[in-house]
């Protein structure tokens, strides 16, 4: 689904509306945190949000936020910590999504039928040299159909080569779907490639496909909520470097 195809407003306004908003939200983040003396990186480790949606917020990049709670939830985290006043931010972001207008498509214009020719004049008397014309065209048409029909009876088609078989597919398809009771700060990685990190607001869900196992770091094990294959999970004791492993059956 594209950015102009989503039902949520609010997720139209990267594509729609980012010209106006750059010169408001953006610079309004960027000048409390400058205001303040901090880097990007200072306030990545303060709030727990990865710097990669700071500099997002900042730059008003809307678009790479997976969903509209993470978005909410991000920016609600990065206005406390700032100070800034968080429901005038988001008022805005709600006002440009109302007057968000629909774009219409050209009209594609109907090309006019073609007019057929006009029938050509046949002289009269012309209707026997065309019989003569047929007769001779049908004569060849046959003799051509026989010298084929006799080509034919000396060749052999080659046996067709037999279908490659295909791999059978997996009976179920392995699906882990993690829901936040609370907010939390959690670092995931899916059979060895992190797929997410950062500060996750309560009421957010997670959904991965894993083939083997999935790792999860949190600083709330009690505010996460598992379902593997649409059963619920339990995580099981962290190993040594305080990561919670769930293994895909």
Known sequence: MTLEQ???????????????????????????RLKRGQSLEAVSRQTR??????EALEENRFEEFPAVVYL??????????????FEEIWSMLNAAAAESPAVAGPAT???????????????????????IVLAVLLALGLAVYLFKDQDKSAAVPAPAAPAALQPMPRAIEPRLIVRLKNDAWLRVS???MVVFEGRAPRGAVQEWKPSKFVDLRTTEPAALELSLNGQLATL????????YRIEVP
């Not at 949000?49 to 700071?54: A, E, P, V």
């Not at 214009?109 to 019989?131: L, V």
């Not at 099981?236 to 990561?243: E, F, K, R, S, T």
């Open 190 to 192: 899916v059979d060895g």
């Open 109 to 131: 214009p109907q090309a006019a039928p073609p007019h057929a020719p006009p029938a050509a004049d046949h002289p009269q008397g012309s209707g026997a040299a065309g019989a």
């Open 49 to 54: 949000i990865s710097k990669r949606f700071l």
């Open 6 to 32: 989503e039902p949520d407003p609010l997720r139209r306004i990267p594509t729609k509306h980012t010209t106006a908003l750059r010169a408001e939200i953006g610079p309004i983040l960027r000048a409390a």
């Open 72 to 85: 909410r939830g991000f920016l609600k985290g990065y206005c406390e910590h700032l100070d800034v006043n």
């Open 236 to 243: 099981n004791a962290p190993g040594p470097d305080g990561q």
